[in-house]
């Protein structure tokens, strides 16, 4: 097989295994926390005051306002819409993408008539939930100040999308019937409209998944505002309901850093915001599962360094044969001496095999954790938030050359997890090169060469793979990278060196 077609066919091996690794963890998101990231990106065009006069003060040159007292029983709660000099509004800029979008496609667009009313809808139906859970500090539309209306809507603008029966856009529906037949079809969105603005804002969550927390509180930060959002406490059962790697991986990895994180930043999520407790509990949890793999697997890493230091012995034996390749009969000998020469120093060649069966799901849940964790994505460490990918930190070149937006960050993490990947593969080869190098150079196999050489477009293969893997993945996985690579080089030293010691006492 031609050395190309070898790193193309492991190259996509590779790359379906990542996708399929990524489809493999569930999303943990309930339909009732999805409305509440909704809300948080798309708010409604709404500003609140107490006054007209308040409304109307400080107005900007170009821009253009419309005012309206919200309810007729309360002269001191008024709205204001404020539209920039491109036509934006400036509470919502989703809401002006798709506009925008819509309007080059001649959708009919909804007027601030119908945006207006929308958000008096929303605030008027969040009332009812709001009383039900603030018995002490209820509020009404005849006495609502702005920052009463501000944390009703903070509390329950989630129903905006969420309705009966855990329902995503049943509410929306609904009201949508209603503010046509109040204020007419003229002012309201065309079909068209309605389902590019659905599509569009169900796209802009879909890829949420930073919804796995153990106690209820406020994590992330969404929309334009970074809006933190309410989160409900998952349990080990409603993880089992997502699947085995979600029960048995992926929410155990999860729990791990959010009571790590919790621990370190004294069980307050404002410590969080600095992101130290998250980073700290991300190389606690990684030594832990990476502590894990290697007491599983430890015979079967032990019988792969037995086998490097085999090598020798099995260089002889490879130089007895050096037609193996193309004679049936001498590659059959070459196998049965070493099989012979395994058995006697009890190695099995195909431990490598059981290392790979044992990390890929947990790679699968350690990467769905990561993604997952609520915890993660609060906060933000040197700059840059732990769930945005790396690329994504890359690509936001505001303020450079500052670290305003973790830029720098993001490009050291990287490095750092490539560097600290390639030295972990080649340090273990590179000591086994150089104690090989003491021995005798004997005949080259054509068989051996061609399986090392096989070994190392793989090993290069699987390098590339993680780095550019490493650019779309969220920036704790770039830790986990760093510090399990870092593991892994003292792991293969450790073992290299209890397999020279035996061989020695032998």
Request: with cysteine; glycine share 8%; charged share 20%.
């Amino acid at each position: 097989m031609k050395k190309s077609l070898k790193i193309a066919l492991t190259g996509g091996f590779l790359i379906l295994t990542a996708a399929v690794a990524s489809g493999c963890t569930s999303n943990f998101c309930k339909n009732i926390e999805k409305s509440r990231i909704l809300f948080a990106i798309e708010p409604g065009v709404s500003e609140y005051f107490s006054s007209e006069e308040e409304a109307k003060k400080d107005p900007k040159e170009g821009y253009t306002y419309t005012y309206e007292q919200v309810f007729e029983t309360n002269p001191n709660l008024w709205r204001r819409v404020e539209v920039d000099n491109n036509g934006k509004y400036t509470k919502s800029n989703q809401l002006s993408s798709i506009v925008s979008s819509c309007k080059n496609k001649y959708f009919t667009c909804p007027t601030i008539k119908y945006l207006m009313k929308m958000d008096q809808k929303i605030l008027t139906m969040g009332i009812a939930g709001y009383n039900d859970n603030h018995i002490d500090a209820r509020v009404s539309e005849a006495t609502m100040t702005p920052d009463q209306a501000y944390s009703v809507l903070e509390e329950q603008g989630y129903l905006k999308f969420y309705g009966e029966n855990d329902q995503l856009w049943s509410n929306y529906e609904k009201i949508n019937g209603e503010i046509a037949y109040e204020i007419g079809a003229e002012d309201c969105p065309s079909v068209d409209f309605v389902k590019t603005y659905r599509s569009t804002m169900d796209s802009a969550v879909s890829g949420t998944k930073s919804c796995i927390a153990i106690t209820e509180g406020k994590y992330g930060a969404y929309g334009q505002y970074s809006i933190p959002v309410t989160m409900d406490a998952k349990d080990w059962g409603y993880a089992w309901s997502k699947g085995p790697i979600s029960g048995l991986i992926v929410f155990p990895v999860a729990w791990l850093v959010d009571t790590f994180s919790a621990g370190i930043g004294g069980g307050n999520l404002d410590a969080y915001a600095n992101g130290w407790p998250q980073l700290l509990a991300l190389v606690i949890v990684t030594i832990i599962v990476r502590l894990f793999i290697f007491l599983v697997t430890f015979k079967s890493t032990l019988s792969q360094q037995k086998m490097q230091a085999l090598q020798p012995e099995l260089a002889k034996i490879q130089a007895k044969y050096p037609n193996a390749n193309s004679s049936q009969s001498e590659k059959q000998r070459l196998s049965e001496e070493q099989m012979r020469l395994y058995k006697k120093h009890k190695v099995n060649p195909l431990g490598q095999l059981l290392i790979l069966i044992v990390q890929f799901p947990i790679f699968i849940g350690v990467w769905g954790a990561m993604t997952g964790s609520a915890v993660l994505s609060t906060g933000r460490f040197l700059n840059i938030n732990l769930s945005t990918s790396i690329l994504d930190a890359l690509k936001n070149t505001n303020g450079l050359p500052s670290n305003m937006n973790g830029w720098w960050t993001a490009l050291v993490l990287f490095i750092l997890m490539s560097v600290a990947q390639f030295l972990s593969m080649k340090i273990p080869q590179w000591i086994q090169k150089a104690k090989n190098k003491r021995i005798a150079r004997l005949g080259v196999n054509p068989a051996q060469k061609s399986q090392n050489k096989t070994m190392n477009i793989i090993s290069y293969v699987m390098l590339v793979m993680i780095i550019v893997m490493g650019f779309t993945l969220p920036a704790a996985m770039g830790v986990y990278w760093f510090v399990g690579a870092i593991f892994s080089l003292v792991q293969s030293l450790v073992t290299q060196a209890i397999v020279g010691r035996k061989k020695h006492k032998n």
